[in-house]
């Protein structure tokens, strides 16, 4: 319990941080929905006619025009990808930060396993990008409520469950890919996120290029796809938390065995 | 009990060594010294003794227990002070204090107050904003406030004024008489002279040369003063010779008859003959190709 803690004291800055420019633009955001509602028709023929462009981003499956389309087209790019490099930045730091810090020596001299201090930093990654994706969903209730909008409680707990488990896996993967490394990894970190970020945009706009749905965690947080089919897709779900969860086990059994520096 | 047992442990970084073959045996209780220039194998043999990193061959055994199976209860009992404390940012001293206490799961309140007070050191001041020395400190406290029963330190004194030095080996000298042993690997020869019973010396990864302190330095060398202009030629057993404004110095191996006779037949104005001290006889092993003196 002491190291978890001290984890999430360590992390507390960076988290309230990241909550709160991500909640802002969220607020933000949706304030402005109200202003662009009567133009919302225009505004949605105009984005279903922008050929590739239109496909990669949702918009044409996804009216606009309504609260939870806007939501998810506009807040989900910047709530999932925030809390991705949110998420990127937190697992890749989380066991290299030691190294790179020259504290692996004091903490590793107490007597802790290596697996027990590597599990109790995952917990403390998963637990901060827990919390920071259920700030953001608080902050995304309380725009709509602040709109005077009913707050669509499934559509909303959806996107959002969605952008936590985007989250998680990224963070998963980051978290493994932080045990092979003796400095610190952030431009791995934000390199990986936006990379499959773009893998998404990729896969959503060239049909020949939808193997990579299969790649990007991104995928299964496309809120046309959430929105029209009423949940999440496995197809896409369970690779990407077969890949955390893989790149977990490398990480652990390596962090095991590891030199430190 | 020994407190320390290597045999034959190997580490190679890739192709680079670390340290080859190395047999040293430190018993429970010892203040033991652990002697050797920078890239000799010391930190590499303190970390692998304490898992950071793993032997690439050979075994060790650190209060009796095995160094690649029993590493969570040999920490338990082990009290290690790096050559460089590094802490996390942001954190007060007493934060960092109660951190390795609570990484320990132990109270350790009432032994780190004590060790503060003898240190001199602020619990209230922040990690980030100390020197070097007040950062030792903190190491120190860390190292000994769960009363371990090996001490395992690398450098100690480095950044510490001699006040605290003092302070510091007073306090070693307490845990060492209370039973506990002290590891203290250190390129200050005159603290291993005075406070260790025992020292090893490393060189390339290997230990050379492993005894009592006063044996270490017991080599049979003479270091030899003389005020005057005495002809050295053809004398064997002289080496680092150095002229002075009014004479010699050299160290001397042999017998004394010759070195008397060519002395006397001299003209000398004063000679002096005594023990070299440690540092002189560690110098002689670092020397290239150097045998003990």
């Known amino acids: 319990m002491t190291l978890f803690c001290h984890e999430l004291r360590q992390g507390r800055l960076s988290l309230a941080v990241w909550t709160l420019c991500i909640g802002f633009f969220v607020l933000v955001c949706v304030l402005m929905y109200p202003e662009f509602e009567g133009q919302m028709e225009e505004m949605g023929a105009m984005f279903a006619s922008m050929g590739g462009f239109t496909a990669a981003f949702g918009m044409d499956r996804l009216n606009i025009g309504t609260l939870t389309g806007f939501y998810a087209i506009e807040c989900g790019s910047i709530i999932g990808l925030g809390g991705a490099f949110y998420a990127a930045l937190t697992g890749i730091s989380a066991l290299a930060k030691e190294e790179s810090g020259h504290t692996a020596e004091f903490l590793l001299t107490h007597p802790l396993s290596r697996g027990f201090a590597a599990g109790t930093k995952l917990a403390a990654v998963l637990v901060q990008v827990t919390v920071m994706d259920l700030a953001c969903f608080g902050f995304g209730v309380l725009s709509v409520l602040l709109v005077d909008h009913p707050v669509p409680w499934g559509d909303l707990g959806l996107l959002h469950a969605a952008y936590l488990l985007l989250h998680l896996e990224l963070a998963a993967l980051c978290f493994g890919f932080s045990a092979f490394r003796h400095s610190s990894g952030l431009g791995i970190g934000l390199g990986l996120a936006v990379s499959l970020y773009f893998a998404n945009l990729i896969a959503n706009a060239a049909p020949a290029a939808d193997w990579l749905n299969y790649i990007t965690p991104f995928a299964y947080t496309d809120g046309a796809d959430l929105l029209t089919e009423g949940g999440l897709d496995p197809a896409l779900v369970l690779p990407g938390m077969a890949y955390g969860i893989a790149a977990l086990v490398l990480g652990f059994l390596h962090y095991r065995r590891k030199d430190m520096r | ?293």
């Open chain 2, 1 to 293: 009990m020994q407190a320390i047992q290597t045999e034959n442990l190997t580490k190679f970084y890739g192709r680079a060594r670390g340290i080859e073959g190395l047999d040293l045996e430190v018993e429970a209780g010892e203040f033991f010294g652990f002697i050797g220039p920078n890239g000799a194998g010391k930190s590499t043999t303190i970390r692998t003794l304490l898992g950071l990193i793993a032997p690439t061959g050979g075994s060790a055994r650190v209060l009796g227990l095995d160094i690649r199976t029993r590493r969570q209860e040999i920490l338990r009992q082990v009290g290690y002070l790096p050559a460089e404390a590094f802490f996390y940012p942001g954190q007060r001293v007493r934060d960092v204090l109660r951190l390795s206490a609570g990484l320990r799961r132990k109270d350790c309140t009432a032994t780190a107050r004590e060790l503060c007070r003898r240190l001199q050191l602020d619990t209230s001041a922040r990690v980030d904003a100390l020197s070097f020395g007040n950062r030792k400190k903190v190491g120190i406290v860390c190292a000994l406030q769960h009363d371990p029963a090996l001490l395992i330190l690398d450098e100690p004194t480095g950044g510490l004024d001699p006040l605290m030095q003092r302070e510091f080996f007073s306090i070693l000298r307490e845990r060492n008489a209370a039973g506990a042993t002290v590891f203290l690997s250190s390129h200050i020869l005159s603290e291993v002279q005075r406070h260790c019973t025992r020292a090893g010396v490393i060189r390339d990864g290997r230990l050379i040369a492993c005894g009592k302190v006063e044996d270490l330095a017991d080599t049979g060398a003479r270091r030899v003063l003389v005020r005057g202009n005495p002809d050295l030629t053809g004398l064997p057993g002289v080496r680092g010779l150095e002229t002075l404004e009014d004479g010699v110095r050299f160290l001397y191996s042999g017998p004394m008859q010759p070195l008397l006779q060519t002395l006397a037949s001299a003209p000398v104005r004063d000679v002096q003959i005594t023990e070299p001290d440690l540092e002189e006889v560690f110098l002689h092993y670092y020397a290239e190709g150097g045998e003990p003196a």
